[in-house]
């Protein structure tokens, strides 16, 4: 992405170079514009011309030892014609004073002044720029410790400025969102064609909101309607508008929209504008600097002329603490949903960015695809270089099936813990743990079927996991599946309780997701039959974790709290119960599992089905996604 930036240069550059010009002609011109034609002559020519009359003025300079005198250029000593010039070295002569006297001489000496040029620039203008040059170099320093280069422009706008099309991007290299793309063709539309709309008496939006998680291309898509329309492309920040000092952020509002509107038609973006443009508090007497900078950003948004075709494009991932006067039509008229990708996104995703990677003819992104559910488009980006990454360091020319898988892995499981060292009691429980998961997991219905066990640990902090990948894309769950999932989230402590009569810390995160989703079923999704389809709880910055805050009485948060320890008691038994009934089948896989440490799910189901395995089996390989066990995260 090219930037466009004015060539600036310091204001200590041009007093450098106009005290050298002046020194220049100090030293050169000036002596050459005020010196005149003098002769010079001997101390007895200047004698015997004083005798004669010929002098009509004279200068004594003691100091150098010098006269320099006026003698008339023709002899008859005609006062109407030009003096001559003349300079003579002055002899020790006491007489010489009584002499000129004589002749009627008009004489004076000539005392040395420091009146020079040089001499005003060193006694006058050189403290002025020391003083300036020091001033400088510490206006320098203080910008280094309050904030950067632009910390003491006041009023001015820190935005980057993309001329047309050098923002590099297009809606070709967005992928996903074709939804959102479709939302933001109309304004690149108008900004091409605006008369066609003008005809009809229809106006541009003057703003769009992109809201969505982070990773999911918001940004992107900003650059992507700005590369499209060939328009230039006005990028900042919403924190670059705080500043330390009051009424800054307001004045780099309007300097902003004042450089659009000169540059109009035009698109303005400002990313995270959730920074200043949260909700203003009830207080009648608040009036920080936020506050101001929400007000002028306001007042801008309303000021200017849609038909001019300036386009304000905003993004944020937390749409609900915005102001309400900020969302309303006539400022932001369209909020633009830029969720995470489905299935076809996903596939889609992957493709364009290892569009300028060598990839192999072997390679299938739908696998792929279907192992990174709830992947943003950033986290797609990563695995497609963590791939390729991968492959150099393996030595190949291309990347490979294996490289991706890998990489899916490495993006949500860390690296492998090569140098770690489990002792191998605590290595068996971890088989046994992991194999429960999967046990119960293949012992169910509407239960995505196990694709990997593995307990080699990683840098996430799991000593192993068990992965499930759906063969659809699921949008829905219903009560019977949130069950299962429970189920085989109690599958790994389940196991450590039949085989080693003990518990561990590692099913921590397996109890912390179990607990996470029996409490929505009861208190979001309505599925429990003791408070049935009542809401109790609200969800908060869905798009950053979505933090749960209870909307109900302490009685009844305490019978949700019971209700939640039923669900998952009963499931936590159901667990126990299929393990009992498979305990021969639970031997058999952990012990295959703690001798191989990585067993893919084809060998998983033919060891449960009594199919037996291939003479060379697989070896273990370290691909997937769906991870439970010890401190682990299900993704």
Same mark, same amino acid.
Request: aromatic letters at 6%; charged letters at 25%; one cysteine or more.
């Given at each position: ?6 060539p ?9 170079i106009a ?7 100090e030293?050169?011109?000036f002596?050459?514009?005020s ?15 004083l ?33 001559v ?23 004076g000496?000539v ?13 006058g203008?050189l ?71 003008? @005809? ?7 703003? %769009?909101?992109?809201?969505? &998680?982070?990773?999911?291309? *918001?940004? $992107? =898509? ?5 590369g ?20 800054m952020?307001?004045?780099?509002v ?12 035009c ?6 504008i959730?920074?200043?443009g ?6 009648l ?19 200017? @002329? ?7 494009? %905003?993004?944020?991932?937390? &749409?609900?603490?915005?102001? *309400?006067? $900020? =969302? ?10 830029v ?9 889609a ?23 990174t ?20 360091k ?8 294996e ?7 490495v ?8 140098? %770690? ?15 429960g998961h ?8 509407n ?28 949008m ?10 429970i ?12 085989v ?18 029996a ?17 109790m709880?609200t969800?908060?910055?869905?798009y950053?974790?979505g933090?749960a ?20 008691q ?16 639970l ?25 037996g ?23």
């Open positions: 992405m090219k930037e466009q930036k004015a600036k240069r310091p204001l200590i550059f041009y007093f450098i005290i050298c010009i002046l020194f220049v002609l030293m050169f011109v002596p050459l514009l010196q005149q034609r003098t002769t010079t002559v001997t101390y007895s020519q200047f004698l015997n011309m005798d004669q009359g010929e002098i009509t003025k004279a200068d004594v300079n003691r100091s150098t030892a010098q006269i320099t005198f006026e003698a008339n250029a023709t002899p008859d000593g005609d006062k109407t014609a030009r003096p010039v003349y300079t003579t070295t002055m002899m020790d002569d006491d007489k010489l004073t009584d002499r000129l006297k004589d002749k009627n001489v008009e004489f000496a005392v040395q002044q420091s009146n020079s040029l040089v001499d005003m620039l060193v006694m203008v403290p002025i720029v020391l003083v300036f040059v020091g001033g400088y170099f510490f206006m320098r320093w203080m910008q280094k410790k309050i904030g950067g280069p632009g910390a003491m422009s006041f009023g001015k706008s820190n935005a980057k400025i993309y001329v047309e099309a050098q923002t590099g991007k297009s809606f070709a290299d967005v992928a996903g969102e074709d939804e959102a793309k479709e939302a933001l063709v109309e304004i690149v539309d108008f900004l091409h064609n605006p008369k066609k709309y003008a @005809d009809i008496g229809a106006t541009l939006p003057k703003g %769009a909101l992109l809201v969505g &998680p982070p990773g999911t291309g *918001k940004t $992107l =898509l900003a650059q992507a309607v700005a499209e329309a060939h328009v230039p492309f006005f990028s900042i920040s919403g924190s670059e508008f705080v500043e330390m000092f009051v009424g952020g307001a004045a780099k309007r300097d902003l929209f004042k450089q659009a509107q000169e540059k109009a038609p698109i303005v973006f400002i990313d995270e959730d920074t200043i949260k909700a203003r508090d009830s207080s007497t608040s009036n920080d600097e936020r506050e101001q900078t929400l007000n002028q950003l306001l007042t801008e948004m309303d000021g200017f @002329d849609g038909r001019k075709g300036v386009v304000i494009l %905003a993004a944020t991932n937390r &749409p609900d603490s915005l102001d *309400k006067a $900020l =969302l309303r039509p006539g400022r932001f008229d369209r909020r633009i949903p969720e995470l990708p489905d299935l076809k996104g996903r596939e995703i992957l493709k364009v960015h290892a569009h300028d990677v060598k990839i192999g003819p072997d390679v299938d992104y739908n696998a792929i695809a279907r192992a559910a709830g992947a943003s488009g950033a986290e797609l980006a990563n695995i497609i270089n963590e791939a390729a990454l991968r492959a150099v393996c030595g190949r020319k291309a990347v490979i099936q490289d991706l898988e890998e990489s899916v892995e993006v949500i499981a860390g690296y492998q813990r090569k140098s %770690a060292v489990i002792p191998p009691k605590e290595k068996e429980i971890v088989a046994y743990h992991e194999t999967a046990l119960v997991a293949a012992m169910q219905s239960s995505a079927p196990v694709t990997k066990i593995t307990i080699v640990p990683r840098t996430s902090g799991a000593l192993g996991y068990t992965m499930q990948v759906e063969e659809d894309e699921k829905l769950m219903s009560r019977e599946e949130c069950l299962n999932k189920a085989v989230l109690c599958g790994g402590r389940s196991a450590e309780e039949l080693f009569g003990d518990y561990t810390s590692g099913a921590a995160n397996d109890i912390e997701q179990a607990t996470k989703l409490r929505a079923m009861v208190t979001r999704f309505g599925m429990s039959d003791e408070f049935g389809m009542v809401a709880e969800i908060q910055n869905q950053l974790g933090d805050t209870l909307t109900c009485s302490p009685e009844t948060a305490a019978k949700v709290d019971t209700v939640v320890q039923n669900i998952i009963k499931q936590h038994e159901k667990a126990i119960s299929i393990l009992k009934e498979n305990m021969g089948k031997h058999e896989l952990s012990h295959y599992l703690l001798d191989r440490e990585t067993i893919t799910g084809e060998e998983f189901m033919r060891i449960l089905k009594d199919e395995l291939p003479e060379q089996a697989a070896q273990p390989d370290e691909q997937g996604d769906k991870a439970s066990g010890p401190d682990s995260k299900e993704s």
